[in-house]
């Protein structure tokens, strides 16, 4: 449980930033469902609800999100569907329920960079970009390794690409954290191969990636590039799971991933 000592319901982003980054222990208050799972004592707590961030439209060649929208209203818009397939919604199911992705927001989820997100490691394989009001606009990929500081993350964009994408996971029990999460995309021969839940935050495997990309597509490449995600990616051993278990079960996910795309 965590305690508030004040909460501010900001009308403009300015406001908000000014608030949050006004004291060390004041932080946004979204969901909140992840904050109650531990305790902490927050100051002041920046609510969001009145900057009208809670949105899915389509703006010239992307998908803009707001930082407010739940991840069940990504999981049930056809505007999504329609533009990126079931990778999204797929990505979303098995989060712990529907009454929790209810309350669940876009932006907490993305910008607390969560190692264990379904979310983060499928918007990975697509051209995500996520905005912040100080650090401004910038791929997904950059924000994941940009070291963390206070800030306030308002929207994500994904650009509509004819691309196929597919999410993959393996857990102990349906409503479980995973055990590890993949998802692949590919554009026209294009390969992107991504890898959450290991247990760190999410990453591309790049040479993987660049091998598959590069070379006839066949079995004995595939087989091949699979090889090549062990020697970027970096795996752990948590209560879920140990580290020779998820590089195992990595090239098995990725594997039937790229199935899919291809």
């Known amino acids: 449980m965590f305690t508030v000592m004040d909460i501010e319901q900001p009308t403009t982003e300015q406001e908000a930033y000014s608030i949050l980054t006004k004291r060390k222990n004041n932080q946004v208050i979204g969901g909140s469902a992840f904050l109650r799972m531990g305790k902490k004592r927050i100051g002041t707590g920046v609510e ?29 818009s056809t505007i999504l569907k329609e533009s990126f397939g ?12 529907v009454q929790f992705r209810n309350v669940v927001t876009v932006g907490g989820t993305v910008f607390s960079k969560y190692g264990f997100s379904d979310l983060i490691v499928a918007l990975l394989s697509l051209d995500t970009e996520v905005e912040l009001f100080n650090a401004g606009r910038m791929k997904l990929d950059d924000f994941l390794v940009k070291e963390c500081e206070k800030d ?29 999460n993949v998802s692949v995309s590919n554009d026209k021969g294009g390969f992107k191969i ?14 993987a990636s660049d091998y598959l990309s590069r070379n006839e597509l066949n079995d004995a490449n595939i087989d091949k590039a699979l090889d090549l995600i062990t020697e970027d990616v970096s795996f752990g051993t948590n209560m ?23």
């Open 240 to 262: 879920r799971g140990t580290k020779e278990y998820r590089e195992a079960i990595s090239k098995v996910l990725v594997k039937r991933a790229i199935t899919e795309v291809i």
């Open 152 to 180: 306030l993350l308002t929207k994500i964009y994904i650009k509509k690409a004819d691309k196929k994408a597919a999410y993959k996971s393996l857990r102990n029990a349906k409503s479980d954290y995973p055990i590890l």
């Open 194 to 207: 991504c890898i959450g839940a290991r247990p760190q935050r999410a990453v591309v495997a790049r040479l």
């Open 86 to 97: 079931e990778i999204i919604s797929d990505s979303l199911r098995d989060i712990i329920g």
């Open 48 to 76: 969001l609800s009145k900057l009208n961030l809670d949105y899915i439209k389509e703006v010239d060649n992307y998908v803009e999100i707001g930082a407010m929208t739940t991840l069940r209203t990504l999981e049930t």
